[in-house]
């Protein structure tokens, strides 16, 4: 069984097979800087069970160890990838279609968090 998702403008869209994947909210100021919000939700999907129907994403290199993919008309971040995690890409929850069936299972770079931010 697969669930889809895409970006703001409906240029972008992807499928997931679905699985109970690892998933976090993450509070690093990478994603706040690169989403403009204050933490970012992602699910931890194998690369090999994610695929774009839709769309090609900008890379952004967002560090010497990670990049970013954002929908290049409407700015949607929709995943990250990180060098040192090669067979897995993190999504945004967000841009599942139906993020309310995947609640984040974590906190992560807490120390990082603003301090206005609700758990
Ligand atoms: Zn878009
Ligand atoms: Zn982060």
Not at 2 to 22: A, H, M, Q, T, W
Not at 26 to 46: D, E, L, Q
Not at 82 to 99: A, G, M, V
Request: net charge neutral; with cysteine.
């Amino acid at each position: 069984m697969f669930v889809e998702g895409g970006c703001f403008c409906g240029s972008i869209r992807y499928k997931l097979e679905l699985n109970d994947y690892p998933s976090a909210n993450c509070h690093c100021s990478i994603c706040r800087r690169t989403s403009g919000a204050a933490f970012v939700s992602w699910i931890r999907v194998p690369s090999d069970c994610f695929e774009y129907i839709s769309g090609e994403p900008k890379k952004i290199d967002s560090s010497s160890h990670g990049a970013r993919y954002f929908c290049q008309e409407c700015g949607t971040h929709v995943a990250c990838f990180l060098k040192e995690d090669p067979k897995n890409i993190n999504i945004t929850i967000c841009s599942l279609d139906k993020p309310q069936d995947f609640k984040p299972k974590a906190e992560i770079y807490v120390d990082d968090m603003l301090s206005w931010t609700k758990k």
